[in-house]
């Protein structure tokens, strides 16, 4: 297992405007306490950092808060009832990308408003697709393994109503994997390479759990839930210019990603076969 030295977690945001506010970055040198990147972050700055990190072979570790692929496995498809529909998380990352060729900022308007794909979402101005399927929405694996172990509530990425929803920053997440393609790569669907920058996918609720905040308490929007949830670990509580729950996330985010990182047992959930790797991926931390 490689031992990374530097970690970033960056918390994301599927909001179609260039500079969304809830983009935070954090980067922690080893164990020490992540500092946040003061910056008014879009998310083609975020691939443009990331270029650079692998341009310079940078031994860094980053995870991103969205999930990086859609369901399949319940139903042998991404988008049931479509014969184009993509096979594989890289196929449905280029075609993401290509549907919403058109959308600046890499939004991902185009993939959801498609007339075949807006089928399969929950979309506001109570837009249901007729194959939603209701309810909570289909979710992915590792996403049914994170409630069934109570590490955290998982949302469906096909439901895009609500604060707490997904779905949108999932998309343009996506579509920015796609055009990562090649320069940085991801977890579970490449292997980790010996050395440069990879990419993993986390649930920041899993890091504050284990930074010990109970259910319900994981998001921190001021000075001192941020220095409880550091306080386990024995990191100072650094001096933010915001404390809002999207700087505090990375930031916890970045901590707790320096320690799970060596936990073996993580890298290597039993659920994650090659199948589930290649088509749903895996969240970093759900066993």
């Given amino acids: 297992m490689r031992a990374f030295t ?18 935070a970055v954090a980067v922690a040198e080893g164990r020490n306490a992540p500092v946040l990147l003061d910056h008014a972050w879009s998310r083609q700055d975020v691939a443009d950092w990331l270029i650079e990190q692998s341009a310079a072979k940078a031994d860094l570790l980053v995870g991103f808060d969205f999930s990086m692929a859609l369901p399949f496995l319940d139903m042998g498809a991404y988008l049931p009832g479509w ?5 594989d998380a890289r196929a449905l990352w280029a075609l993401i990308d290509h549907l919403s060729a058109d959308d600046r900022h890499l939004a991902a308007t185009g993939f959801v408003d498609h ?4 089928r399969h979402f ?9 194959l939603f399927g209701g309810g909570m929405g289909r979710m992915r694996l590792t996403e049914q393994a994170c409630r069934a172990g109570g590490h955290g509530n998982a949302i469906s ?13 999932s998309l343009t997440g996506m579509r920015m994997l796609h055009q990562l393609t090649g320069r940085i790569p991801v977890w579970p669907f490449d292997p980790v390479p010996e050395k440069g920058p990879m990419i993993v996918e ?8 284990a930074a010990g905040l109970g259910k319900g308490r994981s998001k921190m929007r001021d000075a001192g839930a941020l220095a409880a949830a550091l306080l386990g670990w024995g990191l100072e509580t650094p001096m933010l210019a915001r404390y809002d729950d999207h700087a505090t996330d990375a930031i916890v985010g970045a901590a707790w990603l320096a320690r799970a990182a060596d936990d073996a047992a993580l890298w290597h959930p039993p659920a994650l076969t090659p199948e589930v790797a290649a088509i749903e991926g895996w969240t970093f931390g759900v066993p």
């Fill in 6 to 23: 530097r970690f970033a977690c960056i918390d994301w945001s599927g909001q179609a405007v260039e500079r969304p506010k809830g983009i």
């Fill in 83 to 87: 014969p184009d529909g993509p096979v």
């Fill in 115 to 118: 007339p075949e794909v807006s």
């Fill in 122 to 130: 929950r979309r506001h101005g109570g837009r249901e697709g007729d």
């Fill in 157 to 169: 990425c096909f439901n895009l109503v609500g604060a707490a929803q997904v779905g949108k920053s």
């Fill in 202 to 209: 986390l649930y920041t609720s899993i890091a504050a759990r």
